[in-house]
């Protein structure tokens, strides 16, 4: 379970399979030494092998992979019936990080993922029939409220909450959850090297970076430095970076320096 949107030699990275699981599903004839062979593999590119049946397998890839899969691309296509305002504006380029992260996957090979699929219709059917009825009702939800029903907002907020305690359960990095991080946002200017510089000051500082997000838009002056540390941490890695004079957003929205 890796990879990106991207293919070919230009996408290659050495470091792809690295702390990602690797599902083995060997059948009634596969013999230990093959299944061993396989584990092999897996443990030499990196990942981290897991054991279960086929249609395990293929429950749990609908669920974490095909259904996001689908809802990127649906959100995505109603991007294409957006047309200009009045003013002549695209609205898309109004677009931030939200609809960046959430239609990322929707630049995937339509041909692959069709193959895919269908070869996993049975399971990924009943998982978009179930994401439709939330979106229906969270329709309904918001005419009610363009109604002036309160009953509207009641619903909403309770999808909302659903989905942060659904979205509490997704790994960040292997062994770990979104709760168990906590993300120190640093705004830097559109000029070379301003991302090397926030790490060698995170290393300076001892902070010890999970991962690493980048949100920046072509021709906009600055981007934000997004330093994934455990929770515990971050208090500290915001006071050491805006010590070392990078500008801190705060969780407010502020700042605490300025590089």
């Known amino acids: 379970m890796a990879g990106r949107e991207r293919s070919g030699p230009g996408a290659a ?4 399979f690295a702390g990602r699981p690797w599902a083995l599903c060997p059948s009634s004839s596969t013999s230990p030494a ?60 109004l677009a931030g ?5 959430t239609t990322r996957i929707a630049a995937s090979d339509p041909q692959l993922w069709v193959d895919v699929l269908r070869q996993n219709a049975a399971a990924v059917g009943p998982l978009v029939r ?13 005419e009610r409220l363009a109604a002036g029903q309160d009953a509207g907002a009641e619903a909403l907020d309770d999808l909302l909450r659903r989905g942060g305690a659904g979205r509490s359960r997704v790994p960040v990095k292997r062994g770990g959850h979104d709760s168990d991080f906590a ?12 991302l090397a510089g926030v ?32 929770t515990g941490a971050r208090a500290g890695a915001e006071r050491a970076l805006a010590a070392a004079g990078w500008t801190v957003l705060e969780r407010d929205g502020g700042r605490t320096a300025r590089n």
């Open 13 to 16: 990275d050495a470091d792809l």
């Open 34 to 93: 093959a299944l061993e062979a396989a584990r092999a593999l897996a443990l030499r590119c990196g990942s981290e092998p897991v054991v279960l049946a086929a249609d395990e397998h293929d429950a749990a890839v609908a669920l974490v992979s095909h259904l996001p899969q689908i809802a990127a691309s649906a959100v995505a296509a109603v991007l294409l019936r957006a047309g200009s305002t009045v003013s002549g504006l695209d609205p898309v380029s």
């Open 97 to 101: 990080p939200g609809l960046q992260d």
């Open 130 to 142: 179930s994401l439709a009825e939330e979106l229906d009702a969270a329709a309904v939800a918001l």
């Open 183 to 194: 993300p120190v946002a640093v705004a830097v200017p559109d000029h070379p090297g301003q």
């Open 199 to 230: 790490l060698v000051s995170a290393a300076e500082a001892g902070i010890n970076v999970e991962d690493v997000r980048v949100e920046h838009l072509a021709g906009r002056p600055r981007g934000v430095i997004e330093l994934l540390v455990r």
